[in-house]
């Protein structure tokens, strides 16, 4: 499967301010995934990435509040902009590379809003 | 409204213990039925299930799939307290993709 290095682990923030969250993964692929766990929530899909055309948003998420790059097939970035409290989550990347192995995700990001 | 239902939501045993885990769905264009296991912040995958009635096995973890009456059981054979996790049940159907809200296990020794 898929190795994912994902990027900041954590990170404390003050409201209002933006944070970019990286995810690198050591195959290409042609879709990425981002989701975000609240606390106490399961996974909730944010947005699919795709190389080359605007990501995907799912409802409740618009582009404003989470910009996403993709430039490349190894490479996304979410930023979650002018964060409020509410934001604080654990956000994931994920990515499906082999048929029949699920989702492999990476090691998460714990964003706290102050 | 297309959801996956996961129970218990939370669950206390003992080491040695045996425990099933429930996971149901009701969705159109069902592909297949994904179990996880988070512990910290990342899930990690467990089984991929896509035909009924065929047990998929690792260690001590086994799971099945009935696509009959849209459930699925994760079942765990002599607890052990490394298996103290959040157990997420995921399905994917046409292009979505969608996790159950999870169950706690905590594993006592």
């Known amino acids: 499967s898929a190795v994912i290095s994902q990027k900041p682990s954590r990170d404390i923030c003050q409201r209002g301010t933006s944070l970019t969250i990286q995810c690198q993964v050591d195959?290409?692929?042609?879709?990425m995934f981002w989701y975000r766990q609240q606390p106490g929530q399961s996974l909730t899909l944010i947005a699919t990435?795709?190389?080359?055309?605007?990501?995907?948003?799912e409802s409740g998420f618009v582009i404003d509040k989470f910009p996403i790059s993709r430039p490349n097939l190894t490479f996304s970035t979410l930023t979650v902009s002018n964060m409020s409290p509410e934001d604080s989550s654990i956000y994931l990347c994920?990515?499906?590379?082999?048929?029949?192995?699920?989702?492999?995700f990476g090691s998460g990001t714990r964003l706290t809003v102050v | 409204e297309d959801k996956v239902v996961q129970s218990p939501l939370s669950l206390v045993v003992h080491e040695g213990d045996t425990v099933t885990l429930n996971c149901s769905y009701e969705?159109?264009?069902?592909?297949?039925l994904l179990w996880y296991k988070q512990e910290k912040k990342a899930p990690t995958f467990l089984f991929m299930l896509?035909?009924?009635?065929i047990e998929k096995k690792s260690g001590r973890l086994s799971s099945i799939l009935d696509k009959k009456e849209l459930f699925s059981i994760l079942n765990i054979t002599a607890t052990q307290t490394g298996d103290s996790a959040v157990y997420l049940c995921?399905?994917?159907?046409?292009?979505?993709?969608?996790f159950g809200p999870g169950t706690r296990l905590s594993v006592l020794p």
């Open positions: 994920s990515v499906v590379v082999l048929v029949g192995y699920g989702y492999t």
């Open positions: 195959s290409q692929v042609t879709m």
């Open positions: 990435a795709n190389q080359g055309s605007e990501a995907t948003y």
């Open positions: 969705v159109t264009n069902f592909r297949s």
């Open positions: 896509t035909s009924s009635g």
């Open positions: 995921a399905v994917e159907y046409g292009q979505n993709f969608v």
